[in-house]
């Protein structure tokens, strides 16, 4: 059976579980679709990032 050669220290045990602190991403609505989308992120229905047209608007089908 495998065994541990050291005792793992708190700090690498920290590193380890950091990632169960993880929250579920955040969404917010757009003020100009009504769509919800994340912050800092282009709204892909219209294409538009902060009020500037970055992409060709998605058609929908």
């Given at each position: 059976?495998?065994?541990?050669?050291?005792?793992t220290?708190?700090?690498?045990?920290g590193?380890?579980?950091?990632?169960?602190?993880?929250?579920?991403p955040?969404?917010?609505?757009?003020?100009?679709?009504?769509?919800?989308?994340?912050?800092?992120?282009?709204?892909?229905?219209?294409?538009?990032?902060?009020?500037?047209?970055?992409?060709?608007?998605?058609?929908?089908?």
């Amino acid at each position: 059976m495998a065994v541990p050669k050291r005792k793992t220290t708190p700090m690498k045990r920290g590193f380890r579980r950091s990632a169960d602190a993880l929250k579920s991403p955040v969404y917010v609505e757009d003020q100009e679709s009504g769509e919800l989308r994340r912050p800092h992120h282009i709204d892909l229905k219209t294409g538009k990032y902060r009020g500037r047209q970055i992409l060709e608007p998605k058609d929908t089908v």
